[in-house]
């Protein structure tokens, strides 16, 4: 119980983290389809639509390593109180909010990247407190 109040902060965004690119790693791969489309529609007045499907593998993939280490980053820090897999985790949060920052930058959504930016500073923070 002493490691769970000792880092109940880096565990509280760990969690967050999980949940977000948990589910958004579930929501593209069950409707694959439906992602193409609307992200092709989104990028429509880009030169980024040829490139989706490629893009969006790469994006599950970090999203499925994100969500990996970050959960195996709860387990190691309560079982051990080492926090690698946590930091680790942390960064590729960080990088698929970058990337996700930089589509919409391109897509000229300039709500949806100052919204990204609420989860970048969590995803930073936990990366600050992990170090």
């Known amino acids: 119980m002493k490691t769970i109040l000792s880092y109940s902060a880096e565990l509280l965004i760990l969690s967050f983290l999980v949940i977000t690119f948990f589910w958004s790693f579930y929501d593209k791969v069950s409707d694959w389809k439906g992602q193409v489309f609307f992200l092709k529609d989104y990028f429509s ?8 499907p490629a893009i969006l593998v790469f994006i599950v ?17 309560i079982a051990n109180q080492e926090t690698f897999y946590a930091l680790v985790g942390c960064i590729v949060c960080c990088v698929i909010l970058l990337i996700f920052l930089f589509g919409q930058r391109i897509a000229k959504d300039f709500d949806g990247a ?16 992990l170090q």
């Open 114 to 129: 100052r919204n990204m930016a609420i989860y970048f500073i969590l995803a930073v923070f936990g990366v600050y407190l």
């Open 61 to 77: 993939i970090l999203e499925a390593f994100a969500t990996i280490f970050c959960s195996l980053g709860i387990y190691q820090i």
């Open 45 to 52: 007045k880009t030169f980024v639509p040829p490139f989706i």
